[in-house]
């Protein structure tokens, strides 16, 4: 079956613009996660949503970053007024299961942001 | 807080074992995973352990001491496809998220 699909794989954006980064997960996953990953680090947690709600937003950098999910499925990052901080690789990561439990995350391949 | 330390890299000859350690400090345990990512690829599950002892799957085998904050990942017969970053990740109680480390950048040579 298909697996967490992330679009665009790559974005060159210009300092000051607003990006939309998009995670289709695998079908039937409650809890969906974005991470964010540096070159030579492990990921970085960013927020979770436990099917629409976003159950925790405690590792979103700052205000302009923000994240949805509508409909329970997919999910938009969106980040306003990038900073040549912001890039990197934004992973996407779904579970059938929820907070606290073991259940394995599977990850997209990423979106690559590079704010110039 | 918490806190995730393993080797930056490694080498190794293929054939051979290598085991890639890793150490964790963090409040409320509820398991810890390892992970493996080859270069511009995603992170793919290798292991999850929550308690003391080794677990086995194939060529690959994880360890845990829940005591020592400890665990390891133990590769057999080595592989050129083995290259890639073992990433070891904690997950910690009331939480919903991994805490990943760095990452062990593991280069097999023949």
């Known amino acids: 079956g298909a697996g967490v699909s992330q679009t665009p794989s790559n974005k060159v954006t210009e300092k000051g613009k607003y990006v939309e980064l998009r995670c289709d997960p695998i079908?039937?996953?409650?809890?969906l996660y974005w991470y964010r990953q540096s070159l030579g680090q492990g990921p970085e947690f960013l927020i979770y949503?436990?099917?629409?709600?976003?159950?925790?937003d405690s590792g979103l950098p700052n205000d302009r970053f923000f994240a949805v999910r509508p409909e329970g499925s997919v999910s938009t990052l969106k980040i306003q007024r990038t900073e040549r901080g912001d890039s990197a690789v934004y992973l996407c990561?779904?579970?059938?299961?929820?907070?606290?439990?073991?259940?394995?995350?599977?990850f997209g391949p990423g979106t690559r942001l590079t704010v110039l | 807080g918490q806190n995730i330390d393993q080797p930056t890299e490694m080498t190794a000859t293929e054939g051979a074992i290598v085991q890639i350690n890793c150490t964790y400090q963090?409040?409320?345990?509820?398991?810890l995973f390892w992970y493996q990512q080859h270069a511009g690829e995603a992170p793919t599950f290798l292991s999850y352990?929550?308690?003391?002892g080794l677990e086995e799957k194939g060529r690959f085998s994880s360890f845990l001491s829940r005591s020592k904050g400890y665990s390891y990942l133990l590769l057999k017969e080595l592989q050129m496809k083995d290259s890639a970053s073992y990433l070891c990740?904690?997950?910690?109680?009331?939480?919903?998220?991994?805490?990943f480390g760095t990452g062990t950048r593991l280069t097999v040579i023949p």
């Open positions: 990561a779904s579970s059938p299961r929820g907070a606290g439990g073991p259940g394995e995350q599977f």
């Open positions: 079908s039937g996953h409650t809890a």
């Open positions: 949503f436990q099917g629409t709600g976003a159950a925790d």
């Open positions: 963090t409040s409320g345990f509820n398991g």
């Open positions: 352990n929550v308690l003391d």
């Open positions: 990740a904690v997950l910690h109680t009331g939480a919903n998220n991994l805490f």
